[in-house]
């Protein structure tokens, strides 16, 4: 038996355990409900007080009517000692916090347009082939390596720098750090994109740029990761909310994932196969979905200003994730050259999350229980919505597309694409979206010009997506039946998928499109667009004249 199968067996046996420990932990009663921890993200008296940088005052009001119940009537003015301190969190975080949120709006559009660009490929293959560049292998792998690390990781740093210190009521420690290593970080992604465009790559999906490169991504992560613990060790709450023990986590996950994977001369043949999917599917699941959950569990109970509904699902959900996630990987390996019994572990392993998808949406569900409307009055809230769902969705389909019979259809064809993009850009990419529109007012100090185009992003998001991923699951799906069928030819399953390539063409046009809108508005934000409207962004009047005081505004 190798090191890389001991290892997997370990960590497969290492989360039975720690699973049967909760349980008994449960069971003892040393997880008691606990409506402290689920309210430390309100001030006192903040409860009821509902909470969308993003809108105008007009639709605050509105949202505040709509968002009343009884029992509201005994809510006090927020403590104003919590929300200074607050005022003095964000403060503290808001020019990495710009920094990073502004070069993952840099990357969206650079990576979405060569999606698009790849995506056309896919039914003109003899547009843009002049150059070795412009060759789909290059622009799709251009696209994976500039939304996966160029989007998703700034802007979930973006989200994590941001929240982290609120959480703590602690202002950021370090933060010339934090500016090091995103300055690291994107200086390794522009480095990695012009590599892999010149053709120099490690070969390994979603580790292609050259290791040489990767290795500043894990020194940049190291000089966030100092100043995040500091701030932690040094915090003035007592109860950490589930969105520090989520984003924490899946920071020092990611490293040390990246750091191992990247490693040069360690991994061969088989073995480089089963640790490239070790690595695939934990970027996904140890870094994407911890902090997107981490992000629904700060912003959708601040927006309605209702705590989540129980705190301890909240931490099944987290402790669930971390003892069955690590160990999926191998279901992107079902018919390969691996042992049978891994494969089967990992697919084990797939089905076991439902528990956490199930711990959050039934979590997510009972906070929005008779609040559902108020989707209508904030788009931010529609955004947070609208992931959490796709969540659920992408991970149900996720387990059962790891099942033999349905993988052996679905791999190697579109349909797993249509899964990748509702997880991707369905639930992460929409849950980023909402926090940058809640993060930003705060950070700038300036609220969206035109909060119409908010709507219009959402819904050009959202109808993008869903022709993206129900033609092409359609379409993938007969490809592989297609290709499962030795009477027919292999070009017949390349044909059929064309029009649902098309559909997919019209779909990702949707998205993009989205995306420019989003980012435009993000650019006329920063050069102060709009209407002078600064009093709503902030906590109170009062806070905005401080604010702006301090400033010398
Ligand atoms: C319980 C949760 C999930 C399970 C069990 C799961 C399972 C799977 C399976 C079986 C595949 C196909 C592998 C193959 O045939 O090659 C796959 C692919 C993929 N999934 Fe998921 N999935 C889950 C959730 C998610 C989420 C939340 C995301 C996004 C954040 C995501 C993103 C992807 C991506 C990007 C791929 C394509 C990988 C590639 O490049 O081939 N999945 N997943
Ligand atoms: C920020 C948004 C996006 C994210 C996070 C994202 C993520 C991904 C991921 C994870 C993959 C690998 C899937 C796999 O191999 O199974 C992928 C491939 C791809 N994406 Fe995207 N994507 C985004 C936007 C778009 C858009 C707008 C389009 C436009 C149509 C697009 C078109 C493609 C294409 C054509 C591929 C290659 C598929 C193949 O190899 O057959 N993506 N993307």
């Not at 007009?58 to 929300?83: M, Y």
């Not at 403060?91 to 347009?113: D, E, T, Y």
């Amino acid at each position: 038996m190798d090191s890389a199968v001991m290892s997997l067996l370990g960590a497969f046996l290492l989360s039975i355990i720690g699973l049967f420990v909760f349980i008994w932990s449960m069971r003892k009663g040393l997880l008691m409900e606990n409506p402290r921890a689920a309210s430390v993200i309100f001030a006192k008296g903040e409860i009821g007080k509902v909470d969308d940088p993003a809108l105008q005052p007009g639709e605050r009001a509105e949202l505040q009517a709509a968002a009343a119940e009884k029992g509201d009537a005994a809510i006090h003015l927020p403590d104003e000692l919590e929300l200074d301190q607050r005022l003095d969190a964000d403060r503290s975080s808001a020019f990495p916090v710009f920094m990073f949120i502004a070069f993952a709006c840099m990357w969206l559009v650079l990576g979405s347009v060569a999606g698009l660009t790849a995506s056309l490929k896919l039914h003109m293959p003899d547009w843009l082939v002049s150059e070795a560049w412009m060759t789909f292998g290059r622009i799709r792998t251009v696209h994976l390596t500039a939304v996966l690390y160029g989007w998703i990781t700034n802007a979930s740093l973006g989200v994590i720098i941001w929240l982290l210190p609120r959480l703590l009521r602690t202002p950021l420690m370090g933060a010339m750090w934090v500016m090091l290593g995103g300055a690291l970080i994107n200086v390794a992604i522009a480095s990695g994109i012009g590599a892999i465009g010149a053709g120099w790559t490690d070969g390994m999906e979603y580790l292609e740029m050259p290791w040489q490169i990767g290795l500043f991504i894990v020194a940049g992560m190291v000089c966030i990761i100092g100043p995040v613990l500091y701030t932690l060790v040094n915090r003035k709450v007592e109860s950490l909310y589930v969105t520090v023990w989520y984003h924490v986590a899946a920071l020092l996950w990611i490293t040390l994932l990246f750091l191992v994977a990247k490693l040069p001369g360690v991994h061969y043949g088989v073995q480089q196969a089963t640790m490239n999917w070790w690595y695939g599917h934990n970027v996904l699941g140890l870094w994407f979905t911890p902090v997107s959950v981490g992000a629904i569990y700060y912003f959708l109970p601040k927006i309605i200003a209702r705590p989540v509904r129980s705190y301890n699902l909240s931490i099944l959900g987290f402790w669930t994730l971390a003892f069955f996630y690590a160990q999926v990987g191998g279901h992107h390996l079902v018919g390969g050259p691996v042992p049978g019994w891994l494969v089967t572990l990992s697919i084990v392993q797939s089905m076991m999350m439902i528990i956490p998808v199930a711990a959050f949406s039934i979590n997510m569900a009972g906070t929005m229980w008779g609040r559902t409307h108020l989707a209508r009055y904030s788009p931010t809230l529609r955004f947070m919505m609208f992931g959490g769902l796709m969540y659920m969705l992408s991970s149900v389909q996720g387990s059962f597309e790891a099942l033999r019979s349905i993988n052996q259809v679905a791999h190697f064809t579109h349909f797993t694409v249509a899964h990748a993009h509702l997880g991707a850009y369905g639930f992460v990419t929409m849950v980023l979206f909402g926090a940058i529109y809640f993060m930003m007012p705060r950070v700038l100090h300036w609220e969206w010009p035109y909060p119409r185009l908010i709507t219009l992003q959402f819904w050009l998001a959202a109808v993008g997506i869903l022709i993206y991923f129900v033609g092409l699951s359609y379409g993938g799906w007969l490809q592989g039946q297609y290709m499962l069928d030795a009477t027919r030819p292999f070009m017949d399953s390349v044909n059929v998928t064309l029009p649902w390539l098309k559909s997919r063409s019209v779909g990702g046009a949707l998205m993009v499109a989205s995306q420019i809108i989003f980012v435009g508005h993000f650019l006329a934000m920063v050069l102060r667009f709009g209407p002078e409207r600064t009093g709503a962004a902030l906590f109170s009047l009062r806070r905005a004249q401080k604010l702006e005081l301090d400033h010398g505004e």
